[in-house]
């Protein structure tokens, strides 16, 4: 209050309403046309409306005679429109395209906020706007000269017209008498996109008159805009306290309460969704995706959700597939509905789609023609089913859409042994109404002996397989060891063959290692992927010397890999390193196993570093996928330059062109040139919205 003093008034406006033309008043913009390019003395030929649905249509005429315009086109566009022929139904009778049509779309459904506003003699009279509207160019005549070359192509087309009358009559035809419409049935079918287009069809247009910026009536009609009463001492005294004028300059949002949705299956925005009960949001939200990962479920809803709430809503309208959440078939296909394909009932239909679910929890992959066989549906059914939770891959069949989520599945045994209970219950229904054969159905006590998901990674099974043969090693080694100790009672007298290993006469002492070798019966085996000789007298340091030559071929992969990738994280380098053992021949050294920390070690072994990039927290990458290694010294002229990158990389995640290169300039004193920033850049980084990130530690987007 006391800064009022500084800030004279100046001068005072009146501000008087006018309604004269409240309600046909419209704003036209053109959003491809320069602000300086107006249509006013272009010449209009006709203009139509549809008042109820804001719709515009103006046909304008083009400046033929403009050296800028191209004749040669203008008579090939109106040749391919119109053809040959010159009748009322010609698009341009002048055999040149000599006009064009805008059509309007509407910006926004609510313009109370918005008014024309015209200055006169210290007044501002203010005319409430009815809509506001955009004309852009439309291009139906293409859609014309398309119809007009799809009927040239059949009268091209050879066939006997007269043979092609009788297959038309003897046509079979099937008569199907629909079911009652129920309430949802009928909410779906009226927010289709065909029912919107066959409604705005049905009104019809209003022609209207064009008059030009300069014409008499032009000029009658904006009188309107000006308020005609306003001399009254009535209309010119404001009454309000500031809290009701506020209230009436900017009322509360009505288009929400307007627009709210009558079903879970209409459109809504992230914050009218959060305005929903949670079991609402969620039931709207599987609807939609059909398939999530409960972390991007999570990440949907509001912060600060209670997870255990979250996972006592998710069970009433969906099901755990390979740890992920898949929605029901009874919310997607309701009671007393029908397939708009096959008009098959909901009951038919939830019990096909169930079948593709469980055959998920079985393995990544369906066939098509397996689930069609089984369930005996039509085509277009299943594929609906498919397309719900998985992908096509060409030649394999349907892929289950995620990855199996085991984080999930490690963190909430509880909710995975309850979600086994219902699929065995499912999987009892699905055998007697289908009446599944022995192949088909998994075994049940499968299920009940083990508490992880129903479907096993290949990661498991690697794991599995190498806690199996470290078990069968351990075991050796220690029948290895029992002998050998028995046998240094006669080591005295003479050398012994010991399990088929030839032992010398050397002493032994306590603190020499005691190496592993094959037991008895093995000749020239593979023993945790080490060849072991019989009768050699360096099998015993056979173990030793095999991990030198493992360790030594991958330090050769590692170091040729990120001499051509530079930076990798830990998960695309072991994907790599399977197509490389993937391609070496049988009995290779490296299909012994390589876990991760002998993979990293030798990693950092070889003059990589670790890249310690700071995700934000919202991210749901694995912890190894956060891992990121990059080669700190390739021995060219760009290591400084690299080695500076990563240095920016290791305090923010995703960084922009100009950060890097001022970065760089400031480190060498000077400016550096566009080709070694771009070397530097495609070396360890991918662009990605304007910005810069490490290889692999963004995903990349696909058009």
């Known amino acids: 209050m006391a800064n009022e003093e500084d800030d004279p008034i100046i001068q005072e406006i009146d501000v008087y309403l006018a309604k004269s033309l409240s309600e046909k008043l419209y704003l036209f913009q053109y959003p491809i046309r320069p602000a300086s390019m107006t249509y006013s003395d272009v010449t209009h030929l006709s203009a139509k409306i549809k008042p109820k649905q804001q719709k515009v249509e103006l046909e304008m005429a083009i400046d033929t005679l403009n050296p800028n315009y191209c004749r040669s086109k203008g008579e090939q566009i109106a040749l391919n429109v119109d ?22 779309s509407r910006t926004t459904s609510n313009v109370s906020r918005y ?12 005319t409430p706007l009815h809509g506001i509207l955009q004309l852009r160019p439309s291009f139906s005549y293409l859609d014309k000269a398309d119809a007009k070359h ?28 629909s079911r009652p419409e129920s309430e949802q049935a009928r909410q779906r079918r009226v927010q289709s996109y065909e029912f919107l287009q066959k409604r705005q069809a049905e009104e019809h247009w209003v022609h209207l008159h064009y008059y030009g910026l300069r014409d008499s009536r032009s000029e009658h009609e904006r009188q309107y805009l000006f308020s005609q009463g306003h001399s009254m001492a009535g209309n010119t005294e404001l009454v309000k306290s500031p809290s009701e004028y506020l209230m009436m300059l900017v009322p509360p949002s009505i288009e ?23 079991a609402d949001q969620i039931k709207i939200l599987m609807k939609n995706v059909k398939v999530i990962a409960f972390a991007s479920l999570m990440s949907l809803l509001a912060p600060g959700t209670d997870p255990t709430a979250v996972l006592r809503c998710i069970q009433q309208v969906a099901l755990l597939v390979q740890g992920n959440w898949v929605v029901k078939s009874d919310v997607l296909y309701p009671k ?19 079948f593709v679910m469980w055959k998920f929890t079985q393995d990544r992959w369906v066939v098509r023609k397996e689930v069609a066989a089984v369930t005996k549906l039509g085509p277009e059914d299943v594929k609906d089913f498919l397309e719900h939770m998985a992908f096509l891959r060409i030649n394999r069949g349907w892929e289950f859409k995620l990855r199996c989520d085991e984080d999930f599945v490690r963190k909430h045994p509880d909710v995975v042994q309850r979600q086994q209970m219902l699929w065995m219950g499912i999987q009892a229904k699905l055998e007697k109404v289908y009446s599944l054969a022995r192949e088909h159905a998994a075994p049940k006590k499968q299920a009940t002996q083990t508490a992880v998901p129903l479907l096993v990674s290949g990661e498991q099974r690697v794991s599995l397989a190498k806690a ?5 090693f351990g075991q050796l080694e220690q029948e290895f060891q029992r002998r050998k100790a028995e046998s240094r009672v006669s080591r005295a007298a003479s050398p012994t063959d010991v399990l088929g290993i030839r032992i010398k006469e050397e002493p032994v002492s306590d603190e020499e290692p005691m190496d592993t070798a094959a037991c008895d019966g093995l000749s020239n085996r593979l023993v945790n992927g080490i060849h ?10 056979g173990h030793l010397l095999g991990q030198d030559r493992i360790t030594q071929e991958l330090r050769a992969f590692v170091e040729a890999t990120f001499r051509k990738q530079y930076v990798l994280t830990l998960s695309e380098l072991k994907r790599l390193f399977n197509l490389h053992v993937a391609s070496l021949p049988p009995g290779n050294l490296l299909f012994s196993g390589i876990s991760d920390r002998m993979l990293q070690d030798v990693v ?21 996928e956060q891992k990121v290694f990059a080669l700190w010294e390739a021995g060219d002229a760009y290591d400084q330059h690299r080695q500076i990158l990563l240095e920016i990389f290791s305090k923010n995640y995703r960084v922009r062109r100009n950060v890097i290169q001022s970065q760089l300039a400031r480190e060498y004193g000077e400016e550096i040139n566009k080709q070694e920033m771009d070397k530097v850049l495609k070396d360890c980084c991918v662009s990605q919205g304007g910005m810069w990130y490490l290889k692999g530690t963004v995903q990349q987007q696909t058009s």
């Open 336 to 354: 007393d509905t029908s397939s708009p394909h096959s008009g098959v009932p909901a009951e038919v239909l939830c019990r096909g789609r169930d």
């Open 150 to 177: 799809r009927e040239r192509e059949a009268a091209n087309e050879g066939g006997d017209s007269s043979q092609d009358e009788v297959e038309d009559d003897i046509k079979q035809i099937t008569v199907r008498f």
């Open 115 to 126: 008014a024309a506003a015209i200055y006169r003699k210290g007044e501002i009279h203010l």
């Open 83 to 104: 053809g040959t022929c010159t009748d009322e139904t010609s698009t341009y009778s002048s055999k040149l395209m000599d006009k064009q049509m805008f059509c309007s």
């Open 532 to 541: 072991w000789e019989e009768n050699s007298g360096d099998s015993l340091n």
């Open 256 to 278: 929400e309460a307007k627009d709210k949705c009558v079903s879970p299956s209409n459109v809504l925005s992230m914050a009218q969704l959060r305005t929903l009960p949670l």
């Open 468 to 472: 199996k043969v470290q078990q069968t």
């Open 604 to 624: 950092l072994d070889t003059g990589c570093k670790q890249i310690m990039v700071p995700f934000p927290p919202q991210m749901t990458a694995l912890p190894d």
